[in-house]
């Protein structure tokens, strides 16, 4: 069955530095995408990277990069140059490939917040 | 702007009574995903529809129920409301079914708050 742990409930980083977000899967299925999202106070979830199993290179948008590390079966958020904005809930989710009977639905970690410190 | 559309994005109900949460996904997206966030259960699927039929389901209790239109809009029925149904309910909507191509993220709307006092 899948599997998404991210074990940091709670992180904090000062302003202007970079953070990682550490996220772990488990999965039997050889094609999956994981993404992660951000959720502010305000409540709505804002879809921030992808990265494909199959996918060569580290996925990157921006300040967010994405650490793939598939033999580990980790997927780290790195997000550089932290700006007050980014306080926010952050969730990793894993959506499995083209296999029989996959539904693509998301399957999510319980999330970590990070606050941003001026 | 994700381009998902829910209505209403705050409710307060009283227990015991029904209410419908409506999501109008993005412009091509075939697949709606139901989901519930609280406080304690974390993100929880509820059901999926693709193109109009039921395609999955989640922990989705038997007093609540969802269809997807023809114009593929879908709609969550929510009855015999209890205090434990407060919650923050996402759809989200999908090009495809599967997660191994960039093009098929699950982009979310803005949420539906239900208070249940």
């Known amino acids: 069955a899948q599997k998404i742990t991210q074990t940091q409930p709670g992180m904090f980083v000062q302003e202007k530095e970079a953070v990682t977000l550490d996220c772990t899967y488990d999965t039997s299925d050889p094609s999956y995408g994981l993404f992660w999202y951000k959720q502010p106070s305000s409540g709505e979830m804002i879809f921030l990277i992808y990265?494909?199993?199959?996918?060569?290179q580290n996925a990157t948008e921006g300040r967010y990069s994405l650490n793939f590390q598939k033999a580990r079966k980790s997927a780290n958020l790195v997000i550089s140059a932290s700006q007050l904005g980014d306080s926010a809930m952050y969730f990793c989710?894993?959506?499995?490939?083209?296999?029989?009977?996959?539904?693509?639905?998301?399957?999510f970690g319980q999330g970590t917040t990070l606050q941003v410190k001026p | 702007d994700s381009g998902v559309t829910q209505t209403p994005k705050h409710l307060i109900t009283a227990t015991g009574q029904r209410v419908t949460l409506r999501c109008s996904p993005r412009?091509?997206?075939?697949?709606v995903y139901w989901y519930q966030q609280s406080l304690d259960q974390g993100l929880q699927f509820l059901i999926q529809y693709y193109n109009g039929e039921e395609r999955a389901k989640g922990n989705i209790l038997e007093r609540f129920s969802a269809q997807q239109f023809p114009d593929l809009h879908s709609e969550l029925n929510l009855s015999s409301l209890e205090l434990g149904d407060s919650a923050l309910y996402f759809c989200?909507?999908?090009?495809?079914?599967?997660?191994?191509?960039?093009?098929?993220?699950?982009?979310f709307g803005e949420g539906s708050w239900l208070t249940v006092v």
């Open positions: 412009s091509g997206d075939l697949s």
């Open positions: 990265q494909g199993s199959y996918d060569q």
């Open positions: 989710a894993m959506r499995e490939g083209r296999g029989s009977g996959n539904t693509g639905k998301l399957i």
């Open positions: 989200a909507s999908s090009v495809a079914l599967s997660g191994d191509s960039s093009g098929n993220t699950i982009y």
